[in-house]
């Protein structure tokens, strides 16, 4: 009895031994392995990173991206009309391409009185700035070919201080406006929206109140018509996508809405937009109201950008 105890206590050991020795020789192996090819692994993580940070591994990128005009507002009864509207095309994907703006480019609405709104409106637009120094940078609004802004001009917005919005209009006796503190990103897309509802002056970026005055109650804007975009004194410098206006103030869930759809969303309140000019590729108006725009100075329309 004693000989079988030792006999298996014997083979148990031998077992362990066993099992120690091919632990031991696998964690070797697995050690020349990683001084071996330590290296090549840090340095592909490495790269993986920066790729990243740069954007180009970002998962966004590799997802469907419309082509220019392949969503758009239908009018049946043609241009300024609002019965039966509806969107209509591919929509929701992020858009083929942005517009690309380098500081002396911007697009020409024209005169139209179409593009006046009134006492009441939105401007929504995505803007990724590159700006560096202190001067405002206008990126939507009323700008004369050739002459200065006047006083009396419709509402504009621009980025000054690379990341603040100053925003106003003009009544025709007084230039009313505000700037807000740091709520742009610069080398970021911001999504950013300016509501007047004829008492309440809002700014919200990328879905939220960032801004509130009623300092203008009861002012109307000069009737003077939203003329540019990427020019409004000064040039803006960056991309810009997705430029819609209305002639109403979008409520709060609508503006969170036209953020979460992102660049490439439609627009809301069909019955209420004025224009719509994605810059997927173009400067036309897919609103159904023909307000399309005029390239100046070379504007170009970019695939390799980073989305949101």
């Not at 070797?28 to 940070?53: D, K, N, P, R």
């Not at 517009?99 to 709104?117: H, R």
């Not at 742009?184 to 509130?212: A, L, P």
């Not at 018509?225 to 991309?239: A, H, K, Q």
């Amino acid at each position: 009895m004693k000989r079988k105890i030792k006999e298996v206590i014997k083979e148990k050991k031998e077992e362990k031994d066993s099992l120690l020795n091919e632990i031991k020789i696998k964690s070797q192996a697995a050690m020349e392995y990683l001084m071996t090819y330590g290296w090549a692994i840090l340095i592909i993580a490495l790269t993986l990173a920066v790729l990243y940070s740069l954007g180009i591994m970002n998962p966004k990128n590799f997802l469907p991206r419309a082509p220019p005009g392949s969503c758009f507002v239908f009018r049946p009864n043609g241009p300024g009309t609002t019965d039966f509207v509806s969107l209509q095309g591919t929509c929701g994907y992020l858009p083929m391409y942005v517009g690309s703006f380098n500081g002396n480019t911007y697009i020409d609405m024209g005169n139209s009185t179409n593009l006046i709104v009134g006492n009441r409106f939105t401007e929504s637009v995505w803007i990724y700035p590159t700006i560096t120094d202190t001067y405002y940078h206008g990126f939507l609004g009323y700008q004369p070919s050739n002459q200065p802004c006047c006083a009396y001009r419709a509402p504009s917005v621009w980025v000054c201080h690379s990341t603040q919005i100053y925003a106003g209009f003009g009544d025709g006796t007084n230039w009313n406006y505000f700037v807000t503190g740091n709520i742009i990103k610069e080398n970021s897309w911001n999504h950013v929206v300016v509501t007047f509802d004829g008492t309440y002056y809002n700014v919200s970026v990328n879905g939220v109140r960032r801004y509130s005055t009623n300092s203008y109650a009861g002012k109307t804007p000069y009737p003077t018509p939203i003329r540019n975009i990427g020019r409004v004194d000064d040039y803006f410098n960056g991309s810009i996508a997705n430029v819609q206006i209305y002639n109403t103030a979008l409520t709060p869930q609508e503006i969170q809405y036209l953020y979460q759809q992102g660049l490439g969303g439609g627009p809301v309140r069909l019955q209420n937009l004025v224009a719509w000019w994605p810059l997927n590729g173009d400067a036309k108006d897919y609103s159904g109201n023909n307000l399309h725009g005029t390239i100046r100075g070379g504007v170009t329309f970019v695939q390799n950008y980073n989305p949101p």
